[in-house]
């Protein structure tokens, strides 16, 4: 049985609805884990230095050595959660594509994964940007695609297409 998921996707792509669909659905209980936990782990310092995490106006992500270091950690974390038993979800942004997956498969090792890309329309995701209102505008625009280049997939959804309990059923069937 799938021990993590995985669901990359950009900003307000709807990777957090699924996710809540996902607890619904699948037996046994899982962990909602993602970027946006770690994020508000770190300090309010960190959210505006050179070195953590700056979001800048234009909705572009930036990232720092400190914050790379302490992803670092919290990957190995989430990684040393799943082999103790934790079923985990994560709800991720993979800002460097490729390079990013490749570090959370050399932390998930021997764990069993599933990887799914969440696919939004860059205009649908910014409209739900707007609708949310707690985003820097932009942001859903400009990683809709770099989010998913190089990355590989098991099962890819589009929340433009389906409602997240259809995308969390359809997932929750490969999980198995």
């Given at each position: 049985m799938?021990?993590?998921?995985?669901?990359?996707g950009?900003?307000?792509?709807?990777?957090?609805?699924?996710?809540r669909?996902?607890?619904?659905?699948?037996?046994?209980?899982w962990l909602?884990?993602?970027?946006d936990?770690?994020?508000?782990?770190?300090?309010a310092?960190?959210?505006?230095?050179?070195?953590?995490?700056?979001?800048?106006?234009?909705?572009?992500?930036?990232?720092?050595?400190?914050?790379?270091?302490l992803?670092?950690?919290?990957?190995?974390?989430?990684?040393?959660?799943?082999?103790?038993?934790?079923?985990?979800?994560?709800?991720?942004?993979?800002?460097g594509?490729?390079?990013?997956?490749q570090?959370?498969?050399?932390?998930?090792?021997?764990?069993r994964?599933?990887?799914?890309?969440?696919?939004?329309?860059?205009?649908?995701?910014?409209?739900?940007?707007?609708?949310?209102?707690?985003?820097?505008?932009?942001?859903?625009?400009s990683?809709?695609?770099?989010?998913?280049q190089?990355v590989?997939y098991?099962?890819?959804?589009?929340?433009?297409?389906?409602?997240?309990?259809?995308?969390?059923?359809a997932?929750a069937?490969h999980a198995?």
């Amino acid at each position: 049985m799938t021990q993590v998921i995985v669901l990359n996707g950009g900003s307000s792509s709807g990777k957090s609805g699924i996710v809540r669909c996902l607890q619904a659905v699948l037996p046994d209980p899982w962990l909602a884990l993602g970027t946006d936990t770690l994020v508000e782990a770190m300090p309010a310092s960190m959210r505006a230095s050179d070195g953590g995490i700056e979001f800048a106006p234009d909705g572009e992500v930036i990232v720092g050595p400190e914050f790379r270091t302490l992803e670092a950690a919290w990957i190995e974390g989430v990684a040393s959660m799943a082999r103790a038993g934790a079923r985990v979800i994560l709800d991720e942004v993979f800002l460097g594509g490729a390079d990013c997956q490749q570090r959370w498969q050399k932390a998930l090792g021997e764990l069993r994964v599933l990887w799914v890309g969440v696919r939004c329309d860059g205009a649908v995701a910014a409209g739900r940007e707007v609708a949310r209102g707690d985003r820097m505008t932009g942001m859903a625009a400009s990683q809709a695609d770099v989010v998913h280049q190089g990355v590989a997939y098991d099962l890819e959804v589009d929340t433009a297409r389906a409602e997240s309990m259809e995308c969390a059923r359809a997932i929750a069937v490969h999980a198995r």
